[in-house]
């Protein structure tokens, strides 16, 4: 494998600070040619500007944008939100191979990103798709029956809707498994971070939302799974951190040795799988059905969820009403045609779901 040179959107979050790990340990297959940060942490950023001299380094949207139509092999999506979303085409528009973290790129703007991709362009990064991308190589895609995602079920699986309605901000920042942001770690206590990365499966693997499910996995050491026509079934395995999907994404189609450590196979484990209970997290459902209206109602879901996931750490509504307040503000999305968005368009539908989510809550507490 000849040396890569790769610009890494997003260096100072978790994705990025791993991806910049892998760089360390395998300068031989890696280099570092751009550098883009969001600017909440400039002293580690300036740090990594110093230690890998990248022929490009900025701060903000446009400094990302710019990085990602810069001449390499491989451009790193590592940022978080829909301001990912113009670096997200940049790449693409640029022919450059992109390993996406940045799953808002796909929800937000869908039809975009996939008008814009060559086949193969996209290499996922989110753990689930990394999985699937590589279990899919073990047939063709006509062979494929159907895509499994699997989900940990969060700090409340097998708890009931009444018991639900009564967890605190700090319960559900309780993750079984990963120290994650605010917003991140909130989905995951709903599963509204299943949802999204339902819809993204369906964009990047163009397989209908009926034959993609949903498993409960609590130990996550299946990160996803593809059902075969002969009813075999490819599963990728591995411990539940971030290294080997980015490494992939980095390295794609190549893997990059010594990634992660591999499972201990001398210790005993017991692995379970529950089916996911959509009457008691509703959210992937609602996703589904965003994801099948499509054009902009993506974009509103998730949108919609910032704003009533700050609202519920903010004490303005319970847990439960997380869910059902995106699934107001999704129903009283007049979604537009399919055909000819353009940027403005879904940044247009994501901005006008946060104040109509923000109407909603503001309504529901009587606010004036």
């Not at 446009?62 to 085409?89: F, H």
């Not at 964009?203 to 993609?212: A, K, M, T």
């Not at 189609?253 to 591999?262: F, I, K, L």
């Not at 992937?284 to 209206?293: D, M, N």
């Amino acid at each position: 494998m000849t040396r890569r040179d790769v610009v890494v959107l997003g260096s100072t979050g978790s994705v990025g600070t791993q991806a910049l790990d892998l760089v360390r340990a395998h300068p031989d297959r890696f280099r570092v040619v751009g550098l883009t940060a969001g600017g909440s942490q400039p002293d580690l950023f300036e740090q990594q500007v110093a230690e890998f001299a990248p022929a490009y380094s900025g701060v903000g949207e446009q400094a990302s944008t710019e990085a990602a139509a810069m001449p390499c092999d491989v451009v790193l999506n590592g940022i978080t939100g829909a301001v990912g979303l113009r670096p997200t085409l940049a790449a693409l528009d640029a022919g450059t191979t992109l390993a996406l973290a940045n799953k808002e790129s796909l929800i937000v703007g869908g039809p975009l990103v996939r008008d814009r991709a060559r086949p193969g362009q996209i290499v996922p990064v989110d753990s689930e798709h990394s999985a699937i991308a590589q279990s899919l190589r073990a047939g063709s895609a006509e062979e494929v029956r159907r895509l499994v995602l699997t989900a940990s079920g969060g700090p409340f699986r097998g708890r009931s809707r009444e018991q639900l309605a009564v967890v605190t901000p700090d319960q559900a920042l309780a993750h079984p498994n990963f120290a994650m942001g605010k917003v991140i770690t909130t989905n995951s206590a709903t599963l509204v971070n299943k949802g999204l990365e339902v819809i993204e499966a369906h964009l990047l693997f163009d397989v209908p939302f009926e034959r993609i499910d949903v498993v409960v996995h609590p130990q996550q050491l299946i990160h996803s799974m593809v059902e075969f026509v002969d009813g075999a079934v490819v599963a990728q395995l591995g411990l539940p951190t971030m290294l080997v999907p980015i490494a992939m994404g980095m390295g794609w189609p190549d893997r990059v040795p010594d990634a992660e450590t591999p499972i201990d196979w001398t210790k005993a484990a017991d692995w379970r799988f529950e089916p996911l209970d959509d009457d008691v997290f509703p959210a992937v459902r609602l996703a589904r059905e965003a994801g099948e209206r499509g054009s902009t109602a993506p974009a509103v879901y998730n949108a919609a969820n910032e704003v009533c996931v700050e609202a519920f750490h903010a004490g303005r509504i319970g847990f439960t009403d997380i869910v059902d307040t995106v699934a107001r503000v999704v129903a009283h999305h007049d979604v537009p045609s399919k055909e000819h968005l353009v940027v403005d368009d879904v940044l247009a539908a994501d901005a006008w779901a946060r104040v109509e989510a923000a109407r909603t809550i503001s309504n529901r507490n009587g606010e004036s």
